[in-house]
Structure formats: structure tokens, C-alpha cells
T-cell receptor, first 112, second 118 residues
Framework: GDSVTQMEGPVTLSEEAFLTINCTYT??????LFWYVQYPGEGLQLLLK?????DKGSNKGFEATYRKETTSFHLEKGSVQVSDSAVYFC???????????FGKGTRLSVIA | GAVVSQHPSWVICKSGTSVKIECRSL??????MFWYRQFPKQSLMLMAT?????????EQGVEKDKFLINHASLTLSTLTVTSAHPEDSSFYICSARDRGRGYHNEQFFGPGTRLTVL
């Protein structure tokens, strides 16, 4: 079946450091790919998405590129802030009424 | 747009009571809603898929008689935890898919409901 694998956390960075959270997927075909963010005590918010190969999703300084050759969708940000501290989930989805398939999540802590 | 609300945001109940959690899509129609459960510091576990006007589809290992799901309209799905016990304590999150957003429509998540069973 389909699956998503994320790098293990927690990740602790100093403010203004460069962030990379690795995400790879296993699926037959080319699903849509997503990054969701969960702040403490809250639900999930869509951070960015890409629907086909070579698409780049971007939002709030975060970027991820859909790489079909490596089946990856790594999340990057050039300069993290304390307010970016959260749990980040990589996910894939097909069309129709299929649910999202989530990775296990990566907790990011940014210290001043 | 694409806001999903949940009510209540948190609830504390005694063992043996039933608790109903509502999930509403406020500004779009959702033919499909999903219910997830999340344990502390863990990922989301899909419990069931709720389709408007039909029976929910439960994931393997989820007791359908314990977690009753009703999707009565295009904007409302409810999850009722019947005869709750302490092991049901968890963070329950719903999501909804906007039927009007086209082919690659993402899911929009509610803020979650924290259930504590004493």
C-alpha cells in the first residue's frame, strides 16, 4: 500500500538556521503531495502542496518540490523563526474520496 | 474560506457516558469527512470515512458500535463515543474535502477535540 516516510525528530534549530525535513513516499502512480503543520494543541493546517511532478509548493517561506525520480517531497526553509516551532506532517492523497496518508510527523523546535 | 469547526474543543466526562463531537464545514459543502484520532506526540490515525447520506466506512480495528458516525448533511458530521472509558481519551480531529475545489482537492482540518475520560 501507499506510505509516507519522514525523517525522525525532534529537530532543534537556532533561529535563522536552514531547515530541511526529508519526506519520501511509496505509491503506484503520482499522487498529490502535501505538507501540513500542527501547532501545539491545534488541528492541522495545510502548509503547501504539489499536484504533479516538478511542481514546487511554497508558502510562508517554506518550499517543497515534487521529485518523481527520487519519490521525494522534502520541506525546506532558508531561515526559521521561533514561531515555526510545530509538528510537520508530510502526506499524499489521490483524487476522489480517499483519505490522506500521513507520515509520522517531525517535531521542530526553534530556539532564540 | 474552507473553514472546518469542531465542537466541543475539549470535554471531560465520566467513564460510561457518551460524548458527541460535531464537525462542520462552515463555508463549503463536504460530501466526505474523515475522522482521525491522535495520541500524544504521534501521527494521526484514520478512524473512519464519513459520506453524506450513507454509512461510514471504518478502518480495521475501529469498533463501529463504539464510535458512531453520522453524516446527516453536506456540512455536518458527528462522532459519538459511546460508553467512553479512559482508554478512549485522545485528541479527535475531523477533516473535510471540498467537493467544489476540483480534481486535486486537499482536506481541511478542524481544530480538534480533546476528550478526557475519568
Amino acid at each position: 500500500g501507499d506510505s509516507v516516510t519522514q525523517m525522525e525528530g525532534p529537530v532543534t534549530l537556532s533561529e535563522e538556521a536552514f531547515l530541511t525535513i526529508n519526506c519520501t513516499y511509496t505509491a503506484t502512480g503520482y499522487p498529490s503531495l502535501f505538507w501540513y503543520v500542527q501547532y501545539p494543541g491545534e488541528g492541522l493546517q495545510l502548509l503547501l502542496k504539489a499536484t504533479k511532478a516538478d511542481d514546487k509548493g511554497s508558502n510562508k517561506g517554506f518550499e517543497a518540490t515534487y521529485r518523481k525520480e527520487t519519490t521525494s517531497f522534502h520541506l525546506e526553509k532558508g531561515s526559521v523563526q521561533v514561531s515555526d516551532s510545530a509538528v510537520y506532517f508530510c502526506a499524499l492523497s489521490w483524487t476522489g474520496n480517499t483519505p490522506l496518508v500521513f507520515g509520522k510527523g517531525t517535531r521542530l523546535s526553534v530556539i532564540a | 474560506g474552507a473553514v472546518v469547526s469542531q465542537h466541543p474543543s475539549w470535554v471531560i466526562c465520566k467513564s460510561g457516558t457518551s460524548v458527541k463531537i460535531e464537525c462542520r464545514s462552515l463555508d463549503f459543502q463536504a460530501t466526505t469527512m474523515f475522522w482521525y484520532r491522535q495520541f500524544p506526540k504521534q501521527s494521526l490515525m484514520l478512524m473512519a470515512t464519513s459520506n453524506e447520506g450513507s454509512k461510514a466506512t471504518y478502518e480495521q480495528g475501529v469498533e463501529k458500535d463504539k464510535f458512531l458516525i453520522n453524516h446527516a448533511s453536506l456540512t455536518l458530521s458527528t462522532l459519538t463515543v459511546t460508553s467512553a472509558h479512559p482508554e478512549d481519551s485522545s485528541f479527535y480531529i475531523c477533516s473535510a474535502r471540498d467537493r467544489g475545489r476540483g480534481y486535486h482537492n486537499e482536506q481541511f482540518f478542524g481544530p480538534g477535540t480533546r476528550l478526557t475520560v475519568l
